[in-house]
């Protein structure tokens, strides 16, 4: 399966942005999707996931109450709705798909991953 992620831009503080990873070369169906992060040091951080098995949702405390994760499978699209964004929010944002729902914030579990797309948040 093949991911494109899109979406990012450059907002202000409190604002919002939709992500969408849209899927090609296989039905997303049977996959579970993460959203995953890479701040500008480097380091990458889980998001939010949505496992294929039970639509079980997991988020990153960070963003926990702020993000929504959903998938429309006739769109072979998950998204990603942030808002409330912060300036910590800023990143390179990532999909990931995995067949299975193993691990499902552990970058490691995911076989498959998108370009990223840029999300600023400035103050």
């Known amino acids: 399966v093949q991911l494109q992620a899109s979406g990012g831009g450059t907002v202000q503080v409190g604002g919002s942005l939709r992500l969408a990873c849209a899927a090609s070369g296989h039905s997303f169906r049977s996959y579970s999707v993460g959203w995953f992060r890479r701040f500008p040091g480097g380091e990458r951080e889980p998001v939010a996931a949505l496992t294929w098995v039970g639509s079980k949702i997991y988020y990153a405390d960070s963003v926990k109450g702020r993000f929504t994760i959903s998938r429309d499978n006739a769109k072979n699209t998950v998204y990603l709705q942030m808002n409330d964004l912060k300036p910590e929010d800023t990143a390179v944002y990532y999909c990931?798909?995995?067949?299975?729902?193993?691990?499902?914030?552990?970058?490691?579990?995911?076989?498959?991953w998108g370009q990223g797309t840029q999300v600023t948040v400035s103050s």
């Open positions: 990931a798909a995995q067949l299975t729902g193993t691990d499902p914030l552990r970058g490691d579990a995911y076989g498959y």
